[in-house]
């Protein structure tokens, strides 16, 4: 069966060692450039990256609390995430890949410490360490390819992971654009349009534990 917590985490792993291989080297210079189609920068979408990661690490820590954990957030500037996790900026690209590879880490710890019973809350539903693991891989596909869109690096995730996420959080999407798993991924995130499918504009997962 491949919606396992031990799948899921060892796709975040298999992400994120992809993701970092192409950051760590980024210019400072690319950092501050828009983030595809975001109104946030490239940094600013790292840093909501790793924070996505490290919330849902610390939501599923603490799975009897009713909503989301009452965290003191910030903001860089007007428009920018409003986030807990940020990074340094002089500490450049390694800096900001080691942020990402922490969060990620914590995630996966917590993850698979989870019983199997154990669910925690999200807006779009409760879901168990599976589900948030397989959120992450959303995550770290899509602003994978907001932070490398316009760049040298060229993002391309495992088409089979892809399907495997696709099919986990999107299935009312999945084998039906008459395009790989990965452009389904960003097509149902209003990242890019296909044709006959414009973007877009709303759009949610289904990460509901599995057998609820």
Same mark, same amino acid.
């Given at each position: 069966?491949?919606?396992?917590?031990?799948?899921?985490?060892?796709?975040?792993?298999?992400?994120?060692?992809?993701?970092?291989?192409?950051?760590?080297?980024?210019?400072?210079?690319?950092?501050?450039?828009?983030?595809?189609?975001?109104?946030?920068?490239?940094?600013?979408?790292?840093?909501?990256?790793?924070?996505?990661?490290?919330?849902?690490?610390?939501?599923?820590?603490?799975?009897?609390?009713?909503?989301?954990?009452?965290?003191?957030?910030?903001?860089?500037? @007007?428009? &920018? /995430? #409003? $986030?807990?996790?940020?990074? %340094?900026?002089?500490?450049?690209?390694?800096?900001?890949? +080691?942020?990402?590879?922490?969060?990620?880490?914590?995630?996966?710890?917590?993850?698979?410490?989870?019983?199997?019973?154990?669910?925690?809350?999200?807006?779009?539903?409760?879901?168990?360490?599976?589900?948030?693991?397989?959120?992450?891989?959303?995550?770290?596909?899509?602003?994978?390819?907001?932070?490398?869109?316009?760049?040298?690096? @060229?993002? &391309? /995730? #495992? $088409?089979?992971?892809?399907? %495997?996420?696709?099919?986990?959080?999107?299935?009312?999407? +999945?084998?039906?654009?008459?395009?790989?798993?990965?452009?389904?991924?960003?097509?149902?995130?209003?990242?890019?349009?296909?044709?006959?499918?414009?973007?877009?504009?709303?759009?949610?997962?289904?990460?509901?534990?599995?057998?609820?």
């Amino acid at each position: 069966m491949i919606d396992t917590v031990a799948t899921r985490t060892q796709d975040v792993r298999h992400l994120v060692d992809t993701l970092l291989d192409g950051a760590v080297r980024f210019p400072m210079d690319q950092w501050d450039e828009q983030a595809g189609r975001l109104t946030w920068t490239r940094w600013e979408t790292a840093e909501h990256l790793a924070d996505d990661l490290f919330v849902y690490a610390a939501t599923l820590a603490a799975p009897t609390y009713p909503a989301d954990l009452p965290f003191e957030t910030t903001r860089r500037r @007007d428009g &920018a /995430p #409003d $986030e807990l996790v940020h990074s %340094r900026r002089a500490a450049g690209s390694p800096g900001i890949a +080691a942020v990402i590879r922490s969060a990620s880490n914590v995630l996966i710890a917590i993850a698979e410490a989870t019983p199997p019973h154990v669910t925690a809350d999200h807006v779009f539903g409760r879901t168990g360490s599976e589900g948030f693991a397989a959120m992450a891989c959303v995550e770290l596909i899509v602003h994978g390819h907001d932070i490398f869109s316009g760049t040298e690096v @060229d993002w &391309a /995730p #495992d $088409e089979a992971l892809c399907r %495997r996420t696709v099919l986990r959080l999107f299935p009312d999407v +999945a084998g039906t654009l008459n395009a790989g798993s990965y452009s389904e991924l960003l097509w149902a995130t209003g990242r890019i349009e296909l044709p006959g499918n414009p973007y877009r504009s709303e759009w949610r997962w289904h990460n509901q534990a599995l057998g609820a």
